[in-house]
């Protein structure tokens, strides 16, 4: 009987991870958080880019007010602000700014544009329109989460769930071209894209170094549940020791 308790407690302490991360809940990106990634086209030209979150704002699109979250994303050429709303995790608004042409655009999207619709499970499919306003435009694109996998990158090793995107440019899917993303629960945000035309990696991009506050938080209440989990399991089955020896 003490065998089997002992038995069934190591059981469910290593169950209890595998519970907790089969779903992809949306991140909790706050002021501070960042994430700088290098990115690198097929002819090996590198670009550093970083993503920082300035805080956040009140959007109104055709009388509907969302509670956005405002992010900067900069290199060395071109600097963008996207407005995210915090419900959906959606893009509402972008400001792209052009530092060579010194050129500044604007774009709304109605409904807001989510690229991933958390949360996020292994099997889940998806479409996406992408409908911005001034330019009277509309782009389709299919996404699948097709698996999980641990990727090391320069930013450390994470368990990533990877989805896998394709678009329509006429109204068929393109098969020839598309892109693998891997996302982190950990990192709260993308940790790599491989772009893929016809077979080959046209374009990658790595997470190098990041903060996000949420996931050391996350990480931290992990481990005080795995420390409770573990300290059931040993009482109980020193519980069942005890009686054990009482009866012989």
Known sequence: MMRKLIVLCIMAILAFPLVSASVLEKPDWREGDYWKYKDMNRRGISEERIIEILGTENITVNNTTYHCIVAKEETNTSKKISYYDEESMGVIKEVNYDNEANKTEEKIYDPPVSLIQYPVFVGKEWNIT??????????????????????????????????KTNQFPNESMNYYFYNIIYVSGRAGNIVRIEQYLRGNLTYSSELTS????A??????????????????AVFVSLLALYKFKRKQ
């Open 130 to 163: 992408v409908e911005e306003l001034k330019a009277n435009s509309t782009g389709k694109i299919r996404l699948d989460c097709i698996g999980k996998k641990k990727i090391s990158v320069p930013a450390g090793t994470f368990d990533c769930y990877m989805v």
């Open 210 to 213: 990041f903060h996000y506050t």
């Open 215 to 232: 996931g050391s938080e996350e990480q931290q209440s992990y481990n005080m549940v795995m420390i409770v989990v573990a300290s059931i």
